[in-house]
Structures are given as C-alpha cells and as structure tokens.
C-alpha cells in the first residue's frame, strides 16, 4: 500500500471540519459557560466546555466520534543498533465511543482503528483495530456486577522486549480479552471478586534473508482470579490486601514447555488526600512456578503505583510503577521480571494549551540466562485545543535500550505531528 501524503489529507479534513465549526452555535451554547478551576482534579481530567468533545446524543446513549491524522519521523524505524533506517509514517486513526447516560448502571461501546504508511518501507504497513464493550450492573444499594470484552488484531512494536529482530515485518497477533467481577460493601468493609481470560494467537512472520519464524509456539489462554478485602479508614481512603492468581497455558509445548501458575500477594490502598493528591499504591510478593523442570521459578518484589499529585490547579505530576512478571521469547528463558517506574507532567500554559512531559525507566531481567535489559525513554508534547471540535498537537520522544546481550541495544528518537478532529 502506498503512502498517503499529509498535505493532502490535512487539507480535505480542513475544508470538512470548517462546515462543522460554522453550525457550533447550534450544537454547543455550554462553550460560552464560565470556567472555574477545581482542586483534586488532573489537568488531564478537568472539564473545558468551550473545548471539549460534544458528542451527539441519541436516547439515553451519548455518542463520541473522533479520527487523529498523524505525519511523524523515526529514525529508527527498525529499533536496532546497526544499519539503522529512518522514514517518514503517516497514521490515521478514527475511533467512536458510545457511553451510557443512565442513572443507575452503565453500559459503555468502543471501536477503533489504526493505519500506518511508511514512505519508503512499506513492509512496515500496519493496520490495528479494536472493538470492545464494558458494563456495570447495579444490583442492589452496595452490590454491583461489572464486566468487559474486547477484540483486537494488534502488531508488536519494533524495539519491544520480544520483537524478533530476524522478522521481515512487524509481528502481528489476534488478542480477545473479557472479565467479570462482583463488588459487595458491608458498611465499611469491601470486597471484590473477579476473574479474568485472555487468548492471544500470534501470526506466523517471514523471516530476513528467507524462511518462516514460527510463531504459533506463543499462542496461550490466560486466567486470572482475584480477591481483594478492603476497609474504610474515611470516604476518601481504602485499604485493601488482595490475592491473585493465574495460570497461562500454551497451545503446544514443542519445543520448549512454557506453561505455568503463578500467584500475588499484595496490600495497598486507595486514597485522595483532600485537594493535594489521589491515586493507588500497593506492595507485596509474586511467584511464577513453570511446569518443565529445566525452568526455575521467577519470584520477587510486586508493587505497583499510579498517583496523581496536583501541585497547583494548573499543574499536575503523574507518578507510576510496576512490577510484573512477562512472557519470554528467548528459549532460555522461563520469563522476566519487569521493573517500571514513570514520571510525569501536565502544565495548563493557557486553557486551551496543554504542555506535557514524561520520563521512564524499565529493567527487564530475564530468569534462566543472564540477559538483563535497562530502557530509558523520555518525551515532550504540546496540544493546543482550537475549539469544541478541532486540536492539534506535536511531540518528541525519545528510547534508548542497553543490554548485556549483543545486538539488542537501541536507541530510537521519534518526533511527530497530530490532527485530531471530534464531535
């Protein structure tokens, strides 16, 4: 497929978005509505009539289209070390999410796609879509159920800790995901219980230099089950210890065995610290036993984090950690543990010009063999919001990858430029 030149969508998009703007009196009188800044709120999440998404209304649902169209450069398009190769990638991505608007449980739609063209490697071409649906369903005062589905056809990432760098293209892989849980609340105590089953079927790839890589080994089922127990200390703060355990099963053990049981043990807490600050935090241990004898248990520290500290009403820093156990591609290799750690920022310069910046750090250690992999990334942005239905936004970022394994070191720099028109 060729690529699509930007200066010939923008101005299509233009000329159709100018028809839209032209009738906004009709359609948004809330954009005239004074604006008043709330403490305890993101930036990210606070209200901007005169900017927002309107979405159409249809019954009780409301509907919320959009499309991003997106002209970027990479300089290192296949994420490696040597011979590297830079290109330019056009994206379009329209999306459409339908939410519920009643008063008492909540059904919400959502529907996706994304297309990239490279200019002169379109062998990296790719096309990714999403549909999904969630739903809760109040049965009683302090008891609901919720639930979710989702299907996607998605392509792993050059540079991701499994991209095979001897694949031609990108590797695709087809992923359906569903979960359901019950909440109960008995005056101040908590209890949540939910399970959850992911299927991924991965797409065989042509190799460079000829053949055929076997993907079908990664094909698995995944089932999670959780218990979570919790109190009260205030409206504003829970406590909670929480069980979780799972069992991932591979669709062939041939040629190595990568099936396995794992569990998580961890306490943690909810919280909102008045005007200053809210998010989750928790700590605790994980194990993930492999049934071939020949791989030895991972097992470590689990924690995890994602607070939003709101510095002034105009500022926000986004703090995140995890740690988790993944899957492996390496045949010598029983999984990894990963360590994640993020820092964040989002600066209100104008009502309508959001600047945003991120830094993170990823150590991967690999159980088995000695590889261990440390991924540094950063990045820059600003969106400027024109009105109820037009923004626009440019970014840069930046990966660099070091390993103790010769070929996977990388490093990537990105910069980008965005459209993106809603209703």
Partial sequence: ??????????????????SVVASAEDITPSS???ITDVRGQSVRERARPGYDAVGIRAGSFLILPKVDLGESYNDNIYATDT???SDFVTSVAPSIKVQSLWSRHALNLKAGLDQYWYNSHSSEDRLNWNVGADGRLDVLRDTYLTGALGYQLAHEDRGSTNSSTSAAEPVEYNLFESSLGLFQRFNRVTAKLSGAF???DYKNVAQIGGGTIN???RDRNEYIGKLRLGYDLSPDTNVYAEGTLNKRSYDTSVPVDRNSDGYEA???SEFKLSALAQGEVYVGYQRQQYDASY???TSGLAYGAKVNWFVTPLTTVRITAASTIQESIDPGASGYTSQKVGLGLDHELLRNLILSGDVAYENDDFGNISRKDDVTSGSVGATYLLNNFFAVGINYGIVDRSSNVSG?????NQIGFTLRGQL
């Avoid at 996977?408 to 990537?412: E, F, G, K, S, V």
């Fill in 1 to 18: 497929m060729k690529n699509i030149p930007f200066y010939l969508i923008v101005p299509v998009v233009a000329l159709v978005g100018s």
């Fill in 32 to 34: 005239q509505d004074p």
């Fill in 83 to 85: 011979n590297t190769k």
């Fill in 198 to 200: 992911n299927q991924y």
């Fill in 215 to 217: 993907e079908d080994v």
């Fill in 266 to 268: 961890v306490i943690g």
């Fill in 295 to 297: 791989y030895s248990a």
């Fill in 408 to 412: 996977a070191d990388y490093t990537q």
